[in-house]
């Protein structure tokens, strides 16, 4: 394990979720500053997963607030009519 002793990627992901991060750098600077005892520099995070792209990716795929987001915007913008069913 690269951060966490007995801890997976996935928990790692989803703790920086559960900490409120959309994926930006510049966000996840911001938690480091507040919460900066239980995050790992963004250098070790580029290491991991090959870049910054990659680690947002992943932050959106977990984060269930923006996937329906993204779903709702994508559907309005190409003209699909949302209904209740």
Known sequence: M???KGRTDED????CVNLG???TLRDYREK???Y???LVCHQKIRKKFGNWTNFKKLI????????IYDYVSKSIE???PL???
């Open 83 to 85: 209904t209740l069913r």
């Open 60 to 67: 959106r795929c977990y984060n269930l607030d923006m996937l």
């Open 36 to 38: 900066g005892g239980i």
């Open 21 to 23: 991060m959309d994926g």
């Open 78 to 80: 190409c003209g699909h």
């Open 2 to 4: 690269w951060y966490w």
């Open 32 to 34: 480091m500053k507040k």
């Open 12 to 15: 790692y992901i989803k703790l």
